[in-house]
């Protein structure tokens, strides 16, 4: 353990509690490294002697984790957590040394903002946008990998790239199978691959530079992909995009390198969340708020219950769930059909509710679950 925080001024809390504005989110909160706090060892010390009133529903988690049944799937288990395997392996490179020297020049901030888009598509990222970093998204401390549990994040870069990548239509809507899970470790290795590569690209040019690989990251992705005009926050607490709804895996590199800088972008997406509801009527966990959006850390939004989703991960053996991400109608195929339907949603309410209504006799109101591959399905 490195610190404990005790003394500390940060009163940032879970969502369970009222925190006050503007104050960063601690990573030691997040849900599901609580869950993996084991008792005896340090963190678990150290967070509950910190934080004891969430002792009680963690230790109910843990217990439903350690009672679910776990389902046979070997392939798509074996294939997911392959996935995961190298998206903790490159959780080792997110940061490193600054080539020493002049930086090479890349022109202007339009410039060199361009040729950064450029790297990052060339590298494989289906969607790319550049923010500020605003200091309000940099969490204030770390809470994994664990060597680095506690420590204080000084984070002073300027500008973030963030990616998204597409995570694949027909492994999400077998959604909570294990089959999702394999998408789900995908998209977060090709996330840790993207920042740390790009990161890296920029350091040998001679640039600050890090990368947030979801095991070793400083950031949330959110905010800053909104910052970048990638898509819009949704009642479901993701980001939805024009392209693909919330069906991606977001990458996020952080740099001193000026960059100009991309708009936020309406596509219509609050406005549809107001009349569609689906997923707040299949999320198996009833994580998602039917109501009105709440105050949290000074934001406006609608606030996903983490205990709740997290729980239904932990019946279901510890496999993650993205009904929500499934369900919604912003997730089609990816083609001009759906591209154009996405962008008339965005321009009249009319069209939404159609849109809506088509949805619901093409998919069905509520979830239908859908089947994996054929060569994922055992053969006996
Ligand atoms: C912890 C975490 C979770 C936890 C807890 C989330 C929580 N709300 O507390 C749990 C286990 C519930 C979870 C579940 C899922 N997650 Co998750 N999760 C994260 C993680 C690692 C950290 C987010 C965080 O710090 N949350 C704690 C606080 C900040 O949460 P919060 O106050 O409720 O704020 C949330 C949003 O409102 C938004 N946000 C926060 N501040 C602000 C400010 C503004 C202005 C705006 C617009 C938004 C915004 O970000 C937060 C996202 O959880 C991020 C990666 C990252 N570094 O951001 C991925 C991430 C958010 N998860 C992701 C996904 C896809 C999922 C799942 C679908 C699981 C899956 N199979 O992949 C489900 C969906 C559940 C849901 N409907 O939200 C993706 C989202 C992609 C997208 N389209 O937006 C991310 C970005 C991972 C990635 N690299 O792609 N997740
Ligand atoms: S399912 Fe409907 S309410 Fe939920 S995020 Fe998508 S559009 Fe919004
Ligand atoms: S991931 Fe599953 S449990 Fe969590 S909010 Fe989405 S639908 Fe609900």
Not at 116 to 139: E, F, N, S, T
Not at 246 to 261: M, S
Not at 333 to 351: D, E, I, M
Request: charged share 30%; proline share 6%; hydrophobic share 40%.
């Amino acid at each position: 353990m490195t610190e404990s925080g005790e003394g500390d001024a940060w009163k940032v809390t879970a969502n369970l509690l009222s925190p006050p504005e503007a104050d960063r989110y601690d990573q030691r909160d997040y849900v599901n490294l609580r869950v993996k706090y084991q008792p005896g060892s340090p963190a678990h010390e150290d967070y509950y002697a910190r934080r004891p009133e969430l002792k009680e529903i963690d230790d109910l988690m843990r217990e439903a984790g350690r009672k679910a049944r776990v389902r046979h799937e070997p392939r798509a288990r074996a294939l997911g957590s392959a996935f995961f395997g190298m998206r903790g392996f490159l959780a080792g490179r997110a940061d490193g040394e600054i080539a020493g020297g002049t930086p090479v020049d890349l022109g202007s901030p339009e410039e060199a903002a361009a040729h950064v888009k450029a790297v990052a598509r060339y590298l494989g990222a289906d969607l790319v946008g550049i923010a500020k970093l605003d200091p309000r998204w940099v969490y204030s401390r770390q809470g994994r990998p664990p060597d680095k549990y506690g420590r204080r994040i000084e984070l002073g870069h300027r500008y973030a790239v963030v990616m998204a990548v597409e995570r694949d239509y027909v492994l999400i809507r077998t959604a909570p199978a294990v089959a999702c899970n394999i998408t789900t470790g995908k998209g977060y290795a090709e996330e840790a691959y993207l920042s740390v590569l790009l990161a890296d690209y920029l350091r040998r040019l001679g640039y600050e530079a890090r990368g947030h690989p979801a095991d070793d990251e400083q950031v949330i992705k959110i905010p800053v992909a909104v910052d970048a005009g990638l898509g819009e926050l949704s009642r479901m607490g993701l980001l939805v995009t024009r392209e693909f709804g919330a069906r991606l895996a977001l990458a996020l590199a952080t740099t001193d390198l000026e960059l100009a800088c991309d708009d936020p972008v309406n596509l219509g997406v609050d406005e549809f969340c107001r009349i569609c509801m689906k997923c707040v009527h299949s999320c198996p966990g009833r994580a998602v708020p039917e109501g009105e959006k709440t105050i949290i850390r000074g934001i406006e939004k609608w606030a996903v219950d983490p205990e709740a989703c997290r729980m239904v991960w932990q019946k279901n053996g510890e496999v993650s769930c993205a009904v929500c991400v499934a369900v919604c109608p912003w997730n089609k195929p990816r083609n001009r059909f759906h591209y154009l339907n996405a962008v008339l949603a965005g321009k009249s309410g009319l069209f939404r509710r159609l849109l809506l209504a088509a949805d619901d006799v093409f998919y069905g109101r509520r979830f239908k679950k859908g089947r994996p591959y054929s060569w994922l399905a055992p053969r006996e």
